[in-house]
């Protein structure tokens, strides 16, 4: 198992910027994927940016310039900066981690932070 917990949601105006986290632990492999999707309200979960522990990443269009994802392999955490803050960026960010050679493990969740901008 491993468990993902989450920190940093908040309210921002308009133009602001904030900074999620997301630590990863129990039975976590050195080589994994962790990013951040997030579920707008009435929408369907959708892909934000990952991360791999090689540090190669993958950004949806939408947030491309805006926000920037990294990790840190060492304490197993995965960042969000988040800048240029927009009222359709209003959503449950989850954070998400599998690893691609953990046979018989799946994906993990974490359990949502919200991140709401004010116009």
């Known amino acids: 198992q491993v468990q993902l917990v989450e920190s940093g949601g908040g309210l921002v105006q308009a133009g602001g910027s904030l900074r999620l986290s997301c630590a990863a632990s129990g039975s976590t492999f050195r080589t994994n994927v962790m990013g951040w999707y997030r579920q707008p309200p009435g929408k369907q979960r959708e892909l934000v940016a990952t991360?791999?522990?090689?540090?190669?990443?993958n950004y949806s269009n939408s947030v491309k310039g805006r926000f920037a994802i990294s990790r840190d392999n060492a304490k197993n955490t995965v960042y969000l900066q988040m800048s240029s803050l927009r009222p359709e960026d209003t959503a449950v960010y989850y954070c998400?981690?599998?690893?691609?050679?953990?046979?018989?493990?799946?994906?993990?969740w974490g359990q949502g932070t919200q991140v709401t901008v004010s116009s």
């Open positions: 991360i791999n522990n090689g540090g190669s990443t």
């Open positions: 998400h981690y599998y690893s691609p050679i953990a046979i018989g493990q799946g994906v993990y």
